[in-house]
């Protein structure tokens, strides 16, 4: 998929999920939001036209670390667990055990500096977290592809794969997916406030809403 749809469906994707807890803690769903914006676009850091490469603020300084940092010590680490690691596109970048291991890494990194620099601050998880779902979702839409992904790599060689093309102007799913994504997370958005709904039954349906809707994609991008 092109950078713009991976960053729209996980928006989306966010905002459902965030949307129970927008009332209590709207500074949170924003970071977690932020954090996925970026986390989206992450896996594509094995790609020298990544969209994270042309966009602006903090972006950017993801964009300068993933390839000359994170993907090394990622590599690195893949090393030490004695497990293969590899570079190219839709490689291990593009695997659950890849990004679970560049968010660790990451995380580390920027938490660490933070605190030297004692600009830490608790509602900053909230951005890593959505940096881990940001690259979680970017591999389940990549699924959705053509070209598909190895998401369980190096553990397992299969590959999953959709009808989707990647990179085509024509292909109108995507953006269908994100749209009702957004509508969805708008709806629970609007349902706590006129029906004075609590946390609890809010998130229930968020995630109701959120798996349904996903099991609803996959099925459409296998057509």
Same mark, same amino acid.
């Given at each position: ?9 996980? #928006? ?5 999920l ?6 209590i ?10 954090? $996925? ?9 094995d790609? $020298? ?5 042309y966009?602006?603020g903090?972006?950017?300084?993801f964009?300068?670390i993933?390839?000359p940092?994170?993907m090394?010590?990622t590599?690195?680490l893949f090393?030490l667990?004695? @497990? ?10 593009h695997?659950i055990?890849?990004v679970?291991? /560049?968010?660790?890494i ?8 933070l605190?030297l620099?004692?600009y830490?601050h ?5 951005f890593f977290?959505?940096?881990?779902f =940001? ?9 959705? $592809? ?6 369980? /790599? ?5 590959? /999953?794969?959709? $009808? ?10 995507? =953006? /269908?997916?994100? #749209?009702?994504l ?5 709806g629970?958005?609007? #349902? ?5 709904? @609590?946390v609890?039954?809010?998130?229930a349906?968020?995630?109701?809403l ?14």
């Amino acid at each position: 998929m092109r950078g713009s749809d991976h960053i729209a469906i996980s #928006t989306g994707s966010g905002l459902l999920l965030a949307a129970p807890f927008l009332q209590i803690s709207p500074v949170a769903c924003i970071v977690f939001l932020s954090g $996925t914006v970026i986390g989206s676009l992450l896996p594509d850091a094995d790609a $020298t036209d990544s969209k994270l490469n042309y966009m602006d603020g903090i972006a950017q300084v993801f964009s300068l670390i993933m390839r000359p940092l994170i993907m090394p010590l990622t590599r690195l680490l893949f090393f030490l667990l004695r @497990q293969p690691f590899d570079p190219g596109h839709r490689g291990s970048m593009h695997t659950i055990p890849g990004v679970l291991v /560049y968010s660790l890494i990451l995380s580390s990194i920027f938490a660490a500096i933070l605190l030297l620099i004692r600009y830490w601050h608790g509602i900053l998880v909230f951005f890593f977290f959505g940096l881990l779902f =940001g690259g979680l979702l970017h591999i389940l839409e990549d699924s959705c $592809t053509k070209s598909g992904v190895k998401p369980f /790599y190096p553990f397992s060689t299969r590959k /999953y794969t959709g $009808t989707i093309s990647t990179g085509s102007r024509r292909e109108e799913r995507p =953006g /269908y997916y994100a #749209t009702a994504l957004f509508i969805a997370g708008g709806g629970v958005i609007v #349902t706590g406030y006129t029906h004075d709904l @609590q946390v609890l039954p809010m998130a229930a349906l968020s995630l109701a809403l959120f798996f349904s809707f996903w099991m609803l994609i996959i099925w459409i991008s296998r057509w």
